[in-house]
């Protein structure tokens, strides 16, 4: 039987939440996670690269930017998509 080969959780989620980051630069959870870890890990490089990226313009997703937006921007999108409706 083989022997099976068992990783910290810790370095586990930080795998899942860098192929996250390959995806959405600027998720909150995945940098929420990867920002301590990284600066307890010594990681420094890889932290700044890391910031850089989500700093980047084009690396906001729609979630921040709705987020962002005035609390009637919300009403008025759904309003426009009801009467757009034939």
């Known amino acids: 039987m083989p022997t099976k080969v068992t990783v910290p959780l810790s370095e586990y989620l930080a795998a899942k939440f860098k192929e996250v980051l390959t995806i959405e630069p ?36 729609q979630h921040l930017k709705r987020a962002t937006e005035s609390p009637d921007a919300g009403i008025r999108r759904a309003a426009g998509d009801l009467l757009a409706r034939p």
């Open 26 to 61: 600027a998720n909150l959870d995945a940098i929420g996670f990867l920002e301590p870890f990284l600066r307890q890990t010594r990681k420094f490089q890889e932290l700044r690269e890391m910031l850089l990226a989500a700093g980047q313009p084009n690396a906001a997703t």
